[in-house]
């Protein structure tokens, strides 16, 4: 029910604009600020963790003149704004964290350099990091406190390790059995410069 009025209300803007005579010239970006469970590792219709349904997002870029296309590759919510910025030519005068997709958009992928992984922080209600490869997951809590503060559940284990070919669905842990794969996401993180361990505020 919440995705067809998220639909609707996008259709509204879309048909707006071309009763304006807008539409052809307008860039449209829809997105999300983050998943939702509804039943997954016992988390009922919230986002209090960092499997994939909680922040494995959609992403549709509309610009006019390009071709429809589907892209599998790692992106961001800080890749949007320098895309804006790119297709307004003011792609330098903001430094960000981000990268402009305008090479995806446009079919020329051999201009874009793959991500290797992506990092992602649970600080609200659980203090959890994650590193996800296009193999693997590796979650990790941080601190003693392994109790959900929205639920008061301890979730799974301190560690969790995922093999996403195999297990797609996060739903067998495997960190007892590679703990050197664990080990190599461990330093992963670590090496990409991330302020994970700073305390939440």
């Known amino acids: ?5 998220a639909d609707r209300q996008v259709g509204k803007l879309i048909d707006r604009l ?3 005579g807008q539409y052809d010239e ?3 970006i829809v997105l999300a600020d983050h998943g939702e469970l509804l039943g997954e590792h016992g988390v009922y219709f919230d986002h209090h963790c960092l499997y994939d349904p909680a922040i494995r997002i959609p992403l549709v870029v509309r610009v006019p003149g390009s071709e429809p296309a589907t892209v599998d590759e790692f992106v961001q919510i800080t890749d949007v704004m320098p895309t804006v910025l790119d297709y307004f030519d003011a792609g ?5 964290d981000g990268r402009s997709l305008s090479p ?8 874009w350099e793959s991500r290797k992984f992506i990092l ?5 209600t659980q203090r959890k990091r994650a590193i996800r490869t296009p193999e693997y997951k590796l979650i990790e809590t941080l601190g003693e406190n392994e109790a959900c503060r929205y639920c008061e559940r301890v979730h799974a284990d301190p560690t969790e390790l995922y093999d996403l070919g195999q297990q797609p669905n996060e739903d ?4 007892s ?8 996401l461990s330093d992963m993180t670590s090496e990409a410069g991330s302020e994970f361990d700073t305390p939440a505020i």
């Open 1 to 5: 029910a919440a995705v067809m009025q």
């Open 18 to 20: 071309k009763e304006r």
């Open 26 to 28: 307008t860039m449209l």
């Open 92 to 96: 330098d005068t903001v430094d960000t």
């Open 104 to 111: 995806l958009i446009k079919g020329n992928a051999a201009a």
């Open 120 to 124: 992602a922080e649970e600080a609200h």
């Open 172 to 175: 067998k842990n495997i960190r």
């Open 177 to 184: 059995e590679s703990p050197d794969i664990c080990d190599r």
